[in-house]
């Protein structure tokens, strides 16, 4: 029997290992706009954000935006939002990525409290979308289409 991972670097996925944190949670390295950071992988996340306090870091192009951000714990943030961002998890990249900024200190209050490491963001389902995303839970693995 042909193991998923043979099958689907076959098909032209690439692989990403995945960090389980104390929190439960799924981190994974990404790369925006050329920098590194550390990022939840959520796939309740309707979009991929980066904090408020990251703009500079990952260059990014800040501007208004009249949506209004709720997760857990949290409701009515205001947010902004960058066009044109260039994404890349493992060898998966992706051109044109907007992203929506909004404030992650009660993201990564939550995190430290229970000893876990502060985040740059999430990476949601718009990106897994994208990548055509399949997750194997079991291994930690992340798998994107090239």
Do not use: R
Request: overall charge positive; aromatic content about 8%; charged content about 25%.
């Amino acid at each position: 029997m042909e193991k998923l991972q043979d099958y689907l670097l076959e098909k032209g996925y690439t692989k990403v290992k995945l960090k389980l944190t104390k929190t439960n949670h799924f981190e994974v390295k990404a790369t925006i706009n050329g920098v590194n950071g550390l990022f939840i992988l959520d796939t309740g996340a309707s979009s991929s954000c980066v904090g408020f306090d990251a703009i500079e870091t990952f260059k990014l192009e800040a501007k208004d935006s009249n949506v209004k951000a709720a997760g857990a714990g949290a409701t009515d943030m205001l947010t902004q939002i960058s066009k044109k961002n260039k994404v890349k998890i493992g060898k998966w990249k992706k051109d044109k990525v907007a992203l929506i900024l909004f404030n992650l200190t009660h993201v990564n209050t939550a995190l430290i409290t229970h000893n876990a490491q502060p985040v740059d963001g999430i990476i949601g389902a718009d990106i897994l979308k994208k990548g055509k995303a399949i997750i194997d839970y079991e291994k930690k693995y992340l798998y994107l289409k090239l």
